[in-house]
């Protein structure tokens, strides 16, 4: 008896792992199909695509040059279009910096530019082809929710699927440039609102926790609008991709809501669930104590949050700063010269996490009240 | 002014909500820009761009973790796991930045004023630094991770410790597995705000989907993202393993009384 116990145990287990494996292997393959037809969607295009071929590589700069240059002989064979099948040689020039110029290899998908002759043969390479990759990491994304999270994948893609609606909705509106200020107010609601029900349902926490976000939202935006009206007037004109628009100082704004929106979720979820968490578990519970372990928990959670905006929005643009101290800035130059944008957005997030805090706390036990005056009382 | 006023605020509610740790935390951070505007220099001065970012991306940790919350053993698992998982995360930044060209500048950023007037021939390899920029960016949210789950299986082994490593590795993976989501999140969020006048562009300059799918500037902003999450999947396990054996070894030789925080 003893031992047809054990070897069922055993088979549990073993079929078990074997579902397992099976799912892996599924996903796996559905994920590879899915990129596997993105790669070869060559006839999707108008513009010529080429696959290339052969690649010869010449130095052409001088020993005295600071950097390489180099000139490229492609062959390339053309993919779609009436062109398909032909073999042209293209060649590319670029340099060791390919800060402007690519230096392409073998066996890369590159879209040609016939410039205007329509001549095949008098093309040049424009870029990579980089779809098939785009879609390898959203199917790699959801295939993976899906195996990790199960019931809850659902949930959390409708809550990515409803965050992009909303957004390109507010986009249209953003680049018609009407009413910004309303907009950037509404859409952090709806952000906000749809990420934690979607993820985390409906319950007491999840209330305290967009209530916390709101709060903490509002209480930021309101000290830093009270900062920029005292202070001498930044130079937005250097804040990237800005070029063109007319309300620059608005949109920068928003962008910097919206990036600090998960920080402070993240905050004002884990704040939220421990207090639910505590005032459902002790037997008694006083003020004093919920503070303490807030305390605990606040100790232990804003140091690394705060690194995590620090290293996410600073070291993003260590390329740009490079390029401009190669070009003979200091880095005090740089900061009182446009690159001040990511450290006062590193800035805005800590000191939303900061707030998330405090404000998490009081939310949270304003949301428990019930909860929390039964615990007390049974002392 | 602006990042004065905003950097004393931030200071004086740091002090007020945390007391001495978050002092204490505020130092780290005025650390660690002194160790990023070293680390510029140093790429500037066009030295091997990827043992750069390893070795100050090891001492950021030095002063995230040690200076921040203490030597002891959930910094010192997370430290070790954390630098192998930065190299894994190098081999891949470097395939893949250097196969699909995604340094240098999107075909966005080239429209901006500045660039006209910079001289960008400057004998750095701008898939370096861009691959170099994904790793040190994802640093923060790798950190954050490892000492959740090493944190989380301390406490289980300081309440249970009789628990076989399995189980540990399991309590840590859970840990991981939740807060997973929000983390993931929090990137998200952060690149978005940072990406958000690409989107604008996009939308502006109508470009279909084919365009988004292939521009250079839309995989530059997903790849930081990628990267960093790449980065928090794979610390789990690792974290969760490393830190089992250590717990495992340190009560083999019945030291654990001393493993006390040393803060």
């Known amino acids: 008896m003893f031992v047809n116990e054990e070897t069922k145990k055993d088979t549990t287990q073993d079929l078990k792992k074997k579902q397992n494996l099976i799912k892996i292997i599924v996903l796996a393959v559905m994920v590879l199909a899915v990129t596997f037809v993105a790669k070869n969607d060559y006839g999707m295009y108008k513009t010529p695509i080429g696959r290339v071929i052969s690649c010869e590589e010449k130095v052409t700069s001088g020993k005295k040059d600071i950097e390489k240059a180099y000139v490229q002989t492609l062959k390339i064979k053309i993919k779609n279009t009436s062109n398909k099948g032909k073999v042209i040689t293209v060649k590319n020039k670029y340099t060791q910096s390919r800060f402007q110029t690519t230096g392409y290899s073998k066996g890369q998908d590159v879209f040609l530019n016939t410039s205007g002759s329509g001549d095949i043969s008098k093309a040049s390479v424009q870029k990579v082809k980089l779809d098939y990759i785009t879609i390898f990491l959203i199917a790699l994304f959801i295939a993976f929710t899906i195996y990790v999270a199960k019931r809850q994948t659902i949930l959390i893609l409708l809550s990515v699927g409803l965050n992009i609606v909303v957004f390109t909705i507010g986009l249209n509106g953003y680049a018609a440039g009407k009413n910004l200020i309303h907009l950037t107010a509404i859409l952090t609601l709806v952000f906000i609102f749809a990420t934690v029900i979607l993820l985390f349902g409906f319950s007491r926490k999840s209330i305290g926790t967009i209530f916390s976000s709101i709060g903490t939202v509002a209480i930021v935006a309101l000290i830093y609008a009270i900062i920029v009206y005292f202070s001498p007037e930044l130079n937005y004109e250097y804040v990237p991709y800005t070029i063109g628009f007319e309300n620059i100082e608005v949109l920068y704004d928003t962008g910097l809501l919206f990036g600090i929106l998960g920080a402070v979720m993240d905050v004002a979820i884990t704040i939220n669930a421990a207090v639910c968490e505590l005032i459902r578990v002790s037997t008694t519970l006083t003020m004093k104590k919920l503070i303490n ?66 404000v998490s706390g009081v939310i949270a036990v304003l949301v428990n009240h019930k909860g929390f005056k039964a615990k007390k009382e049974d002392k | 002014m602006i990042i004065l006023a905003l950097s004393i605020i931030l200071f004086l509610l740091m002090s007020a909500i945390a007391d001495e740790r978050g002092i204490r935390a505020f130092f780290a951070i005025i650390g660690n820009i002194v160790l990023l505007v070293i680390s510029l220099y140093l790429f500037a001065g066009r030295y091997n761009i990827y043992v750069i970012t390893f070795v100050c991306g090891i001492l950021f940790l030095v002063i995230t973790l040690f200076a921040q919350n203490g030597v002891n053993v959930k910094t010192i698992s997370s430290m070790i796991s954390i630098a192998a998982v930065m190299l894994i995360l190098v081999v891949i930044g470097y395939i893949v930045v250097n196969r699909y060209a995604l340094g240098g500048f999107g075909e966005l950023y080239t429209f901006d004023e500045d660039i006209a007037f910079l001289k960008n021939r400057i004998g750095v390899n701008a898939n370096d630094l861009f691959t170099s920029a994904c790793i040190l960016g994802g640093i923060g949210a790798i950190c954050d991770t490892a000492l959740s789950v090493a944190t989380v299986e301390y406490e289980v082994f300081n309440n249970n410790k009789d628990l076989p490593i399995a189980k540990l590795i399991e309590a840590g993976n859970n840990v991981g597995k939740d807060i997973l989501g929000t983390t993931i999140n929090t990137l998200l969020f952060a690149q978005f705000g940072d990406s958000f006048c690409i989107w604008i562009l996009f939308i502006r300059r109508k470009y279909d989907i084919e365009g988004i799918l292939n521009s250079k500037s839309f995989m530059q902003a997903m790849l930081m993202v990628v990267i960093s999450s790449i980065g928090c999947l794979a610390i789990i396990p690792l974290t969760s393993v490393v830190m089992a054996n250590i717990l495992n070894f340190v009560k083999k030789s019945n030291k654990y009384g001393n493993l006390e925080q040393k803060n």
Request: contains cysteine; glycine residues 10%; charged residues 15%.
């Open chain 1, 293 to 358: 372990s807030i305390q605990e928990i606040a100790y232990d959670i804003m140091g690394t949050m705060i690194n995590v905006v620090f290293f996410t929005f600073i070291c993003g643009e260590i390329p740009v700063y490079v390029l401009k101290m190669l070009n003979g800035y200091s880095f005090i130059e740089i900061m009182k010269n446009g690159e001040e944008f990511e450290i006062i957005r590193f800035l805005v997030g800590a000191l939303g996490i900061v707030l998330a805090i405090p």
